[in-house]
Nanobody, 116 residues
Framework: QVQVAESGGGLVQPGGSLNLSCAVFGNIFYINTINWFRQAPGKEREFVASAARSGDLRYADSVRGRFGLSKDNVNRLQMNRLEPEDTAAYYC?????????????WGQGTQVTVSS
């Protein structure tokens, strides 16, 4: 079993920065990927970034060059040069192996609001 909890959201002005954290509990040895998604009001949940156990880092086009995951701390999403369009609830998802099957564990989300 794996549980996930996000933190670090808040209100920030356009152009500002925030760091989100994804705390993972349980059988973390079996985690293979940490993913970040976001969902704005009235929109579908969308992929933001991911960090695989292999070291592979991936980003959505809309955040590439502004958001970053560190290979040394894949549980932290650094968000720079934030824009009003980045306003959303941000979710962390841990993908992990469980008896030969890949399962997902989602957090409850943390709200990010970019506004002046």
């Amino acid at each position: 079993q794996v549980q996930v909890a996000e933190s670090g959201g808040g209100l920030v002005q356009p152009g500002g920065s925030l760091n989100l954290s994804c705390a993972v509990f349980g059988n973390i040895f079996y985690i293979n990927t940490i993913n970040w998604f976001r969902q704005a009001p009235g929109k579908e949940r969308e992929f933001v970034a991911s960090a695989a156990r292999s070291g592979d880092l991936r980003y959505a086009d809309s955040v590439r060059g502004r958001f970053g995951l560190s290979k040394d701390n894949v549980n932290r999403l650094q968000m720079n040069r934030l824009e009003p369009e980045d306003t959303a609830a941000y979710y962390c998802r841990a993908d992990y192996w469980d008896a030969g099957v890949t399962r997902n564990a989602w957090g409850q989300g943390t709200q990010v609001t970019v506004s002046s």
